[in-house]
């Protein structure tokens, strides 16, 4: 293990705290040289669509009141511009689970940019080295 | 070093992991071989990330300077 291989990410969730850590680990990848490749599905698709992206996702329930206090007082950078800056500077692709696009009955046109296709299961897998994390 | 060698100067401070290194990585690309970035940082992270990816893109950490509440990474783009 060369630790250069493709970093495959399944992101299912689609709170704030969750994508937060998604765009981390992407960028962290990223700058490391590493070929990103993402598959995004159920809420974690639904965060990305253009009109919600930058809307306020919440976070997971574990945070309870004192973990969102604590993440709105940390503030920082959106996730969505975090995932933008791992695209300029490594190889990063991010794909629509066409399940979940149609079961939220929507097109290409109605996520973010950032989206780069719709993809079947196996196309996703066919990019993936080995393991697949599952956020 | 005193701050004014370096070519170019960032302040990252306040900025959360990975915020400085993702700058770090853009002045890197902008620059010419041989220049000195500076980049001041208060998150914990890029102690560790800022000299990992120096060494994974092959440039050369000059120097880290710790000040009170952040540190101070001099980096020279090789290639």
Redesign the interface.
């Known amino acids: 293990m060369d630790g250069n291989g493709t970093l495959s990410l399944v992101v299912f969730s689609g709170t704030d705290d969750k994508l937060q850590a998604t765009a981390?680990l992407v960028?962290?990848a990223a700058?490391?040289?590493r070929p990103v490749n993402v598959f995004l599905q159920y809420w974690a698709l639904d965060a990305f669509r253009i009109d919600r992206i930058r809307k306020d996702h919440g976070a997971a329930p574990e945070a309870g009141d004192e973990g969102l206090a604590a993440m709105q007082r940390?503030g920082?950078?959106h996730w969505a511009d975090?995932l933008a800056?791992?695209k300029?500077?490594g190889e990063v692709a991010i794909h629509a689970c066409a399940l979940s696009v149609e079961m939220f009955g929507i097109t290409k046109d109605d996520l973010d940019p950032l989206v780069d296709d719709i993809r079947g299961v196996a196309a996703f897998m066919a990019d993936v080295d080995d393991a697949v994390a599952f956020i | 070093m005193a701050t004014g060698t370096a070519t170019r100067s960032i302040d990252a401070r306040g900025m959360p992991c990975p915020g400085p290194l993702m700058s770090l990585i853009g002045a890197i690309r902008e620059g010419q071989i041989g220049d000195l970035i500076e980049v001041l940082s208060s998150d914990e992270g890029s102690k560790t990330d800022i000299p990992a990816w120096v060494t994974k893109a092959k440039h050369d950490l000059v120097e880290t300077v710790p000040e009170d509440g952040f540190a101070r990474f001099i980096v020279r783009k090789v290639r």
């Open positions: 981390v960028a962290g700058a490391m040289g940390h920082g950078q975090t800056q791992a300029d500077i």
